[in-house]
Each structure stands twice: as C-alpha cells, then as structure tokens.
C-alpha cells in the first residue's frame, strides 16, 4: 500500500468517522428519550471507562461525563471509520449498495469487538441504559452515518 493511500484511508476516515459519530450520537440519544431515559445518558455511559459503572446513571449533560464520553465515541467512531475506509479503497464500486455493504460488515464488526471481544470496561457502555435491541439500533445508526460519510468521500 503507497503512502498516499493511506493519507486517504486516514483523511476519509476522519470525515466519514466523524459522520458517523454525529449520527450515532443523535440516535442513541432519541432511543434513550424513547425508553425514558436522559438523552445524554448513552454518552455518559462510554465514560464508564474512566468514572466507572454508575456514569451511565448521571441524567445530565456534564464535562466530567458527557464530553469525555463523545470524545471517546467519537474516537472510537473515527477508528471504526479506517476499516470502512480500507474496504471502499478495495471495492472498485462505488455505489450506495456496496458502501452499504461495507458499513453493515464494519459496524456488525464493531458490535462484536464492543460487546463479545473487548472487557467490560472497554465497552461502549451504551447496555447500561439501554436495552440490547437500542444498542443494536445504535450500531445500525453508525453504519448508517459511515454511509452517508462514504458519499462524502467516494472518488
């Protein structure tokens, strides 16, 4: 691989990560008003790395726990992005089905390196305030986003 594609890979990852950290945060914070909880609370669970078990139980937005927590989603979000990155550079299609594609794979990758692979403290946090069919519509909301960034930075 050239060095220039992997300046690519990296620079279309912090746009199409960064969509995708954008739009899985929106949703997660409608799904948690939908099961009655603070729409910052998701975010403040991904802090749980830092605060512990009970950042998900904080119902308001704060820097200790909000901002730590998107900033970790966010990264995490980016990181995800490099994977989807690499595969659009693979695929000579470029259409939405096979950026679909790719989102899917990554995003599904995701939720079983978050919640299968990694230790509980290295979770996204998100199953502490919501139920596993919201934390799957969460990661369906990042593939989502990593969809709308890979138009962004198709070639």
């Known amino acids: 691989m050239l060095e220039s594609d992997v ?3 990296l620079s279309a990852a ?3 990560g960064s969509v995708a950290s954008v739009v899985s945060a929106g949703a997660l914070a409608l799904l948690a008003r ?7 609370q998701p975010l ?3 802090s749980h790395w830092l ?3 009970d950042a998900g139980s904080v119902r308001r937005a704060d820097v200790r726990h909000t901002a730590l927590g998107y900033a970790t989603h966010h990264a ?6 490099i994977p989807f990155e690499y595969l659009r550079t693979r695929d000579t299609a470029k259409d939405l ?13 995701a939720g079983v390196t978050d919640y299968v692979v990694m230790p509980r403290r290295l979770t996204p946090g998100w199953e502490a305030v919501l139920p596993a069919r919201s934390v799957a519509a969460g990661l369906g909301a990042l593939a989502l ?10 070639s």
């Open 145 to 154: 986003g990593l969809v709308i960034g890979g138009l962004a930075t198709r």
């Open 44 to 46: 403040n669970a991904t």
């Open 97 to 109: 089905a096979s950026i679909g594609r790719d989102a899917g794979l990554v995003a599904a990758l």
């Open 14 to 16: 912090l746009v199409s």
């Open 51 to 53: 605060h512990g078990e």
């Open 76 to 81: 995490s979000s980016v990181l995800w992005a």
């Open 34 to 40: 939908a099961e009655g909880k603070s729409p910052t």
């Open 7 to 9: 300046r690519h890979i």
